[in-house]
């Protein structure tokens, strides 16, 4: 997405993207919205000399920003297409349903906070994203608005949930990261039948938990 910028930020996502090449990321697609997506717009003022660092940083509610190798590396995993219709859990800042925004597919994503909501969705429609964007229970999914080509869970689930599995189509992909606070192993779900999913694991993380119930 073309805007105009203090041009150092360009500079620094160029040197964001090239680090990211040299840990591992090879999806030009993927690279490339990194490189547009102005990371600094997410973060608040006090966190701007640092928005290319590849690290997290709060954004509030107890959540924070997952760094760009975190948001490169599941995106990579998830294989989108332009066109694909993609469900995210866990808005947070907006930052990922951005990039993905950056990847020509249609963006559909839940956040259970509301102070995070609101931010994030008005934030995104300023810098002319337009993700559907819903406050609600990330465990629940978004069964009405499905099934999806895509899902991407951007918490730490205990479990995969059901709800999730089944809102995939056949031949649809769920990227997760799976386990307890302290780690998790990144998981790549592949609904191979309504009823046959298959699973791989794709090294350790860490991410905030994902909560389920009563939304905030």
């Given at each position: ?62 959540q924070t920003i ?47 906070q509301r102070e ?101």
């Amino acid at each position: 997405m073309t805007r105009n910028e203090d041009p150092r930020y360009l500079g620094l996502r160029k040197r964001l993207v090239d680090a990211l090449k040299i840990k591992g990321i090879k999806d030009e697609r993927v690279l490339q919205a990194i490189g547009n997506v102005p990371r600094h717009a997410f973060l608040e003022s006090s966190f701007l000399h640092y928005a290319y660092r590849d690290q997290a940083f709060p954004i509030g509610a107890g959540q924070t920003i997952s760094q760009p190798y975190t948001v490169a590396f599941q995106t990579q995993l998830l294989q989108v297409e332009p066109g694909c219709k993609v469900l995210e859990i866990g808005t947070g800042s907006g930052y990922q349903a951005a990039v993905l925004c950056e990847m020509g597919v249609r963006v559909y994503t839940i956040e259970r906070q509301r102070e995070l909501y609101v931010k994030a969705k008005a934030l995104l429609a300023d810098l002319g994203y337009d993700p559907l964007v819903f406050y609600g229970d990330g465990y629940k999914g978004l069964p009405t608005y499905g099934p999806f080509d895509r899902i991407l869970v951007t918490a730490g689930a205990p479990v995969i949930p059901p709800e999730l599995k089944f809102q995939l189509i056949c031949g649809g992909r769920m990227v997760i990261p799976v386990g307890f606070e302290d780690h998790q192993e990144m998981m790549l779900v592949v609904r191979n039948s309504e009823t046959d999913f298959s699973t791989e694991k794709h090294g350790a993380f860490i991410f905030v938990p994902m909560l389920k119930g009563t939304v905030n």
